[in-house]
């Protein structure tokens, strides 16, 4: 599986940036999806994730309610509305794929396999 996430860039305090993660295969709706995020200095941490029917999905306490994790499966693309952004949203955000995901792992950086390049999302105050 390969994912090419873009969607990144600048934006203000309070503003909203919609993340997209286009992964190519024939088997997306086999693979659990998530995104991560690493600001600077910082280990990678767990954003979101959604199961492979998109009907679970899964967050950070630090985004939940302001964040929104969607896929759909024909088009092989997975999404992640971020609203009310904050300075310490910034970082570089990673989408992350796995086939064989238990849910107790979604939140684990090391169970995924496959991981896009990432983009930079930027919030200033």
């Known amino acids: 599986v390969q994912l090419q996430a873009s969607g990144g860039g600048l934006v203000q305090a309070g503003g909203s940036l919609r993340l997209s993660c286009a992964a190519s295969?024939?088997?997306?709706?086999?693979?659990?999806m998530g995104w991560f995020r690493q600001a600077p200095g910082k280990e990678r941490e767990f954003v979101a994730a959604?199961?492979?029917?998109?009907?679970?999905?899964y967050y950070a306490d630090s985004v939940k309610g302001r964040f929104t994790i969607s896929r759909d499966n024909a088009k092989s693309t997975v999404w992640m509305q971020m609203n009310s952004l904050k300075p310490e949203d910034t970082a570089v955000y990673y989408c992350?794929?796995?086939?064989?995901?238990?849910?107790?792992?979604?939140?684990?950086?090391?169970?995924?396999?496959?991981w896009g390049q990432g983009t930079l999302v930027t919030v200033s105050s």
């Open positions: 992350a794929a796995d086939g064989s995901l238990s849910s107790v792992d979604y939140y684990s950086k090391g169970k995924y396999a496959y």
């Open positions: 295969g024939r088997t997306f709706s086999s693979y659990v």
């Open positions: 959604i199961s492979g029917s998109g009907r679970s999905t």
